[in-house]
């Protein structure tokens, strides 16, 4: 079976220092991985996605993330956050034949002056 | 563009009553999907359509749950008998095949 596992529940980090969320995941094959930002009352966005090919993606707003298939990671990272960044952050896996994501249970991010 | 868009986007009824949620996916996208998201969780699958037919329903929850996608496009999410564990944000989320999921705002279900 397929799952997520974010570590950090939550995170408070200033305005202009660097962040970076944990994921950790479990799939039986090659997994396909996303992260999406929540904003209070808003829908998921997609901050980047991994399919294949170069382990480090690139996201919007500034995000990248890292696959590591030997330690089943997908790291978030953002070398300078802004206030804007705070939000929910959930990671997600799921797979080429498999359409259903599971997603982890989220870490929040504080963002303090 | 338009993205996924989800009417109403909150709706409060009464333990016992049928509600009915509607998702507008992005226009040409062939994939649906359902997913609920209790106060504190990730989203949770439901299920997933390709064109009308339901691909996979194995997340609904029981019976009472029901979706349907008539002409391909959009979908409705059917609850009957409300119970007050039915509260949630439900997701409703469309994709081109098999690529990235982009989900809609949300509806906000309340059951009192």
């Known amino acids: 079976a397929q799952s997520v596992t974010q570590p950090d529940i939550h995170i408070t980090v200033s305005e202009g220092a660097s962040l970076e969320l944990r994921c950790n995941y479990s799939?039986?094959?090659?997994?396909?991985l996303f992260w999406y930002v929540q904003s209070p009352g808003q829908g998921l966005q997609l901050l980047l996605k991994?399919?294949?090919?170069?382990?480090l993606v690139q996201g919007i707003k500034g995000f990248e993330a890292e696959f590591k298939r030997s330690q089943s990671s997908f790291n978030l990272r953002k070398p300078s956050v802004h206030w804007s960044d705070a939000a929910e952050y959930f990671c997600a896996v799921g797979g080429p034949n498999d359409y259903k994501l599971s997603f982890g249970a989220g870490t929040t991010v504080t963002v303090r002056a | 563009g338009a993205g996924v868009s989800q009417t109403p986007s909150n709706k409060v009824t009464e333990k016992g009553k049928y509600v009915e949620l509607r998702c507008d996916p992005i226009s040409g996208h062939t994939a649906l999907y359902w997913y609920r998201q209790s106060l504190g969780q990730g989203p949770e699958f439901l299920i997933y359509f390709q064109g009308t037919g339901a691909a996979d329903d194995s997340g609904l929850p029981n019976d009472r749950f029901f979706a349907v996608r008539p002409e391909g496009s959009v979908s409705t999410l059917k609850i009957q008998r409300t119970e007050r564990g039915d509260s949630a944000v439900y997701l409703c989320?469309?994709?081109?095949?098999?690529?990235?999921?982009?989900f809609g705002p949300g509806t906000r279900l309340t059951v009192l």
């Open positions: 989320a469309s994709s081109p095949g098999s690529l990235a999921q982009y």
């Open positions: 991994y399919f294949s090919g170069d382990t």
């Open positions: 799939y039986g094959a090659t997994p396909y």
